[in-house]
Structures are given as C-alpha cells and as structure tokens.
C-alpha cells in the first residue's frame, strides 16, 4: 500500500464517520417532511448540525450546509459581495493574494461579470498577509463590501493572522469572511468571540465524507444566496438537507484531535538531512501541525512527485496544474520567490493515521528521487505560454 502523504488535499474517513453514514443511508425520510419520518430525519440532521456548530465555537442556526469548502467560499464571497453592495457600501473585495482558488476564481469572476473592484493585499515572505496593507487599504477606501482571508495556507501552512484582520474591518465596519477550509480541526476556532462575519469548512478534510461542508453565518450577517428553492436553512441555501452525510460530518467533528507537531517536525528535519538544499517554506513556527512545505533547487516539483509516487509514497506540489502544465504557485510568487524557485515545490501533509513509518519510507525515497528529478531539470516551458 502507498504511503499517503497528502492528507490537505483530502484525508480517509475516519471509521467513525464512515460508520454514522452507512447506518443513516438506512433512514427514510426528508427532514422538511412534518411526519413521523421527516421529523426523525430532521432530528438526526439538527443533532449533527449541533455537534459541528459546537466543533466551531457558534450556535447551530449559523451553521448552514453546503457541498463542500468550494461551495462554501462561493456562498460567503459572492453572497456578502451582493447584499453589501445592494445596500450601497461599495464593491470592493480585499484578497490576499496567497489564497484559494476556490477564493481567486470567485473574486474574479465578481470582477469579470458584477462590477466587484478586486484589491489584492500583499503577503510577505513567509507567505502571511500583511496588516499594514489591509489597513491602508481600508483607510484609503470607504467603499470595501469585505475582506477574505484564509486562516492558514493550504499551501506552506503558515498560520495567518486572522484577529488583526477582524480587528482592522471591524473597525472599518467591513464584514471578514474566513477560508477555514485548512485549518480546521488544526487550529483551535471560536466563530462566537472571533469577529467574523462568515467561516467555512469541509468535511472530506477533517476525516468526514465527501460533498459536504459548512458556511457559518453570524445571525446577524446580510447574504444573498446562490442556490433557491424550498427555503431550506435560512434560505440560505435551499434543497433537500444530505442527512447521512451531515451526520458522519458531525461524528468526523466530534472525534477527538491530536497535535500532529512531533511527526511533522521529525518530517522536516529529515528532509533537511536528506536533501540540505531544500528550503523549508512558509511560517517555520506559525505553521500548521500537519505541513511540511518544500522547494527543491533545480528541478521540478512534478518530477519529484512522479518520482515519489513511483516510490510509492503520495505527495503534492501544493499548486494546481492549469490543464495538466505545472504552473510555479501563485502563493510562492507572491512570497517573493523567482518562478525557477517556485517550480521546484513538494507539499507533505499528514493525517491522524500517519506513523514514523510512513515518514522514514518518504525519508528513503527522497535522495534517489531528488537526483533523478535534477537530472531531468527544470522543463524550458516559459509560463506565459
Ligand atoms: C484552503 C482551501 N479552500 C478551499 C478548498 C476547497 O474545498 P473543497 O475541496 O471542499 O471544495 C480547499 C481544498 O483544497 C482548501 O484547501
């Protein structure tokens, strides 16, 4: 069997969750229904609803379930943007520039097709946005419907610095929207005290299935919604509510978490040992527990992960490929790195299963696979082609 090493992208069930589901596919019943079985259905997906919203620190009636983080992201940006802009306090949208795609095609397309003014906030070199911008920009501005942030790069896993942006928009009287996506059940969340306005989550990263997640909207936000029909949750999002999968969702929440930190550390510095010219990138503190972020000087980061995958051991670039071409990362680009530097990336992320084992058969394969994908080079594509 591989070695799994690329639990950010997405991470096993967790026999828990995988259970809760297969015994609520036995339920019938919509949980709109008012009779006996709807009303069963209705009470196992409010009870789920429950346990996540304790999970997040917020009342359950905030957490609204979607079809995952993209979904999610799509639903805070573009419904705030439209409700804040409707009410006349402007079409700005502030972005750092080292987010999601799920966030950047979003924020573009607003700016594309609804008339959103799109202002891209700097991140410094360690991959985390800078304060001082976000509040020059929202001084210079009056017209900033909001500001999304993640609250870690799903990339190099620095921690960002999420209350001093609330702190900032609060001020301002700007709503801040949270790609939590990444962090969560990695970072400690309190949606109650934290300021934020909207937060979303996915399941399939925490150990819960696939097509579902959450947006928690404060109670007291102002969101148009994507999707419309039967009024389900809020009207925020309608359509029949996924019980099975909420359920296992909630039991994937539920369960409890570990600091991952010790692998993590005995991973990085094994990579150091092994190949000393690899650069450990992003936050080497702030970083989250489960990511090991690397460039590796003149080659590929697919060549690498071919190598590795051939090894038998599952990795990531941590960027996507437009259309199967690597592309250097916008999130190292704007950490300042050139784009030879930046194609060089290999994203190591853990999950609850990961042992020492898995890391020394990474460990073993890395010096031969680093050689081979020298000696390969780094591909004369220019990327504007
Ligand atoms: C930070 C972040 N945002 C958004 C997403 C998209 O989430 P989903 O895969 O649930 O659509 C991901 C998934 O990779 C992510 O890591």
Same mark, same amino acid.
């Given at each position: 069997?591989?070695?799994?090493?690329?639990?950010?992208?997405?991470?096993?069930?967790?026999?828990?969750?995988?259970?809760?589901?297969?015994?609520?596919?036995?339920?019938?019943?919509?949980?709109?229904?008012? *009779?006996? %079985?709807?009303?069963?259905?209705?009470?196992? &997906? #409010?009870?789920?609803?429950? +346990? @996540?919203?304790?999970? =997040?620190?917020?009342?359950?009636?905030?957490?609204?379930?979607?079809?995952?983080?993209?979904?999610?992201?799509?639903?805070?940006?573009?419904?705030?943007?439209?409700?804040?802009?409707?009410?006349?306090?402007?079409?700005?949208?502030?972005?750092?520039?080292?987010? *999601?795609? %799920?966030?950047?095609?979003?924020?573009?397309? &607003? #700016?594309?097709?609804?008339? +959103? @003014?799109?202002?891209? =906030?700097?991140?410094?070199?360690?991959?985390?946005?800078?304060?001082?911008?976000?509040?020059?920009?929202?001084?210079?501005?009056?017209?900033?419907?909001?500001?999304?942030?993640?609250?870690?790069?799903?990339?190099?896993?620095?921690?960002?610095?999420?209350?001093?942006?609330?702190?900032?928009?609060?001020?301002?009287?700007?709503?801040?929207?949270?790609?939590?996506?990444?962090?969560?059940?990695?970072?400690?969340?309190?949606?109650?005290?934290?300021?934020?306005?909207?937060?979303?989550?996915?399941?399939?990263?925490?150990?819960?299935?696939?097509?579902?997640?959450?947006?928690?909207?404060?109670?007291?936000?102002?969101?148009?919604?994507?999707?419309?029909?039967?009024?389900?949750?809020?009207?925020?999002?309608?359509?029949?509510?996924?019980?099975?999968?909420?359920?296992?969702?909630?039991?994937?929440?539920?369960?409890?978490?570990?600091?991952?930190?010790?692998?993590?550390?005995?991973?990085?510095?094994?990579?150091?040992?092994?190949?000393?010219?690899?650069?450990?990138?992003?936050?080497?503190?702030?970083?989250?527990?489960?990511?090991?972020?690397?460039?590796?000087?003149?080659?590929?980061?697919?060549?690498?992960?071919?190598?590795?995958?051939?090894?038998?051991?599952?990795?990531?670039?941590?960027?996507?490929?437009?259309?199967?071409?690597?592309?250097?990362?916008?999130?190292?680009?704007?950490?300042?790195?050139?784009?030879?530097?930046?194609?060089?990336?290999?994203?190591?992320?853990?999950?609850?299963?990961?042992?020492?084992?898995?890391?020394?058969?990474?460990?073993?394969?890395?010096?031969?696979?680093?050689?081979?994908?020298?000696?390969?080079?780094?591909?004369?594509?220019?990327?504007?082609?």
């Amino acid at each position: 069997m591989a070695v799994y090493l690329d639990h950010a992208a997405t991470t096993p069930m967790l026999p828990v969750a995988r259970d809760a589901m297969i015994d609520a596919l036995d339920v019938v019943g919509n949980s709109s229904s008012i *009779h006996s %079985a709807g009303q069963n259905a209705r009470r196992m &997906l #409010e009870e789920a609803r429950e +346990a @996540i919203a304790g999970s =997040l620190g917020c009342d359950p009636i905030e957490v609204v379930f979607t079809s995952g983080g993209t979904e999610s992201v799509n639903l805070a940006i573009k419904g705030m943007f439209w409700a804040r802009s409707a009410a006349g306090a402007g079409r700005r949208i502030l972005v750092p520039r080292g987010e *999601h795609h %799920a966030t950047i095609d979003t924020v573009e397309w &607003l #700016e594309r097709t609804e008339g +959103a @003014i799109v202002e891209w =906030l700097p991140t410094d070199e360690l991959g985390r946005v800078s304060l001082e911008a976000t509040e020059s920009a929202l001084s210079a501005h009056h017209d900033v419907a909001l500001v999304t942030t993640l609250m870690a790069s799903n990339e190099v896993g620095t921690i960002q610095p999420v209350e001093g942006v609330v702190r900032l928009a609060t001020r301002a009287g700007v709503p801040v929207h949270a790609d939590a996506i990444g962090a969560y059940r990695h970072l400690p969340i309190d949606f109650s005290s934290s300021g934020l306005t909207a937060l979303s989550v996915s399941a399939h990263k925490i150990g819960g299935p696939l097509g579902i997640g959450a947006l928690v909207v404060s109670r007291t936000a102002a969101i148009e919604p994507l999707i419309h029909g039967g009024g389900q949750q809020r009207k925020v999002r309608s359509g029949t509510q996924d019980v099975p999968a909420a359920v296992a969702f909630s039991a994937a929440a539920r369960h409890p978490t570990m600091p991952l930190t010790g692998l993590r550390d005995r991973l990085i510095a094994g990579v150091q040992s092994a190949v000393p010219s690899a650069v450990l990138r992003g936050d080497p503190i702030d970083r989250l527990d489960n990511n090991a972020h690397f460039t590796f000087p003149g080659c590929e980061g697919d060549s690498l992960l071919y190598l590795l995958d051939a090894a038998g051991v599952c990795v990531s670039t941590g960027s996507a490929c437009q259309a199967g071409i690597p592309e250097a990362s916008h999130v190292l680009l704007a950490m300042g790195l050139t784009e030879a530097e930046a194609r060089g990336a290999l994203r190591m992320t853990l999950g609850v299963a990961s042992t020492d084992a898995d890391v020394d058969t990474l460990l073993s394969a890395l010096p031969a696979a680093y050689d081979r994908a020298v000696r390969a080079g780094l591909s004369t594509r220019v990327s504007a082609l």
